[in-house]
């Protein structure tokens, strides 16, 4: 299995803060990893996938990166919905795991 | 609008079955592969399998692979997940997603699976 090393585990910020969020994989997997929002009582909301396509709807402050085993997401300017947990995934192999989960709170 | 709309609520017995559906709606039901993902209380997420409606084929994870069998009915477009021999551990909220080409949306609302004597 591909294992997902994910970092940081929790992440305090500011609204207008720019965050980064980094996801390192065990093996190289192209690009083919997702990004993922999780507020709290809510599914998953897909924002990136294959590394670095927006998913329709989801603003532009919203960017990821990365190819190989080294990836991040990067929000540039946090808004206050912005405040969840987020998560990478990787669709390279099955089973397609997941990162540990970043929680990003208000400041 | 592409929908997944899962069942409801499931109490359980440890050693008990569990069967979770999730109906699809806006889009062609076999043309893409369903991801099933579950996450414990607190926990992350935990990918479990993936089906595809057309083939009836299943790629499941090696620690479900005894106790999960993943079907669909065409007819109806719906996709269901079946779990044996509940334990404590298997507690947790279960999610349908979509998966297109990679892209894994929409997610279902959730189906929380509660095993409990």
């Known amino acids: 299995d591909i294992q997902m090393a994910q970092s940081p585990s929790s992440l305090s910020a500011s609204v207008g803060d720019r965050v980064s969020i980094t996801c390192r994989t065990s093996?190289?997997?192209?690009?083919?990893l997702n990004w993922y929002q999780q507020r709290p009582g809510k599914a998953p909301k897909l924002l990136i996938y294959?590394?670095?396509i927006l998913q329709s709807g989801v603003p532009s402050r919203f960017n990821g990166g990365g190819s190989g085993t080294d990836f991040t997401l990067t929000i540039s300017s946090l808004q206050p919905e912005d405040f969840a947990t987020y998560y990478c995934q990787q669709t390279y192999s099955t089973p397609y795991t997941f990162g540990q989960g970043t929680n990003l709170e208000i400041k | 609008q592409v929908l997944l709309e899962q069942s409801g609520a499931e109490v359980k017995k440890p050693g008990a079955s569990v069967k979770v559906s999730c109906k699809a709606s806006g889009y062609s039901f076999s043309t893409f592969d369903i991801n099933w993902v579950r996450q414990a209380p607190g926990q992350g997420l935990e990918w479990m399998g993936r089906l595809n409606p057309n083939s009836g084929n299943t790629d499941l994870a090696q620690k479900f692979q005894d106790r999960v069998t993943m079907t669909s009915n065409a007819a109806i477009s719906t996709a269901y997940m079946e779990l044996t021999n509940l334990a404590s551990e298997d507690t947790a909220m279960y999610y349908c997603?979509?998966?297109?080409?990679?892209?894994?949306?929409?997610w279902g609302q959730g189906t929380l699976v509660t095993v409990s004597s």
């Open positions: 997603a979509r998966d297109k080409y990679g892209a894994t949306e929409p």
């Open positions: 093996q190289s997997i192209s690009s083919l």
């Open positions: 294959a590394a670095s």
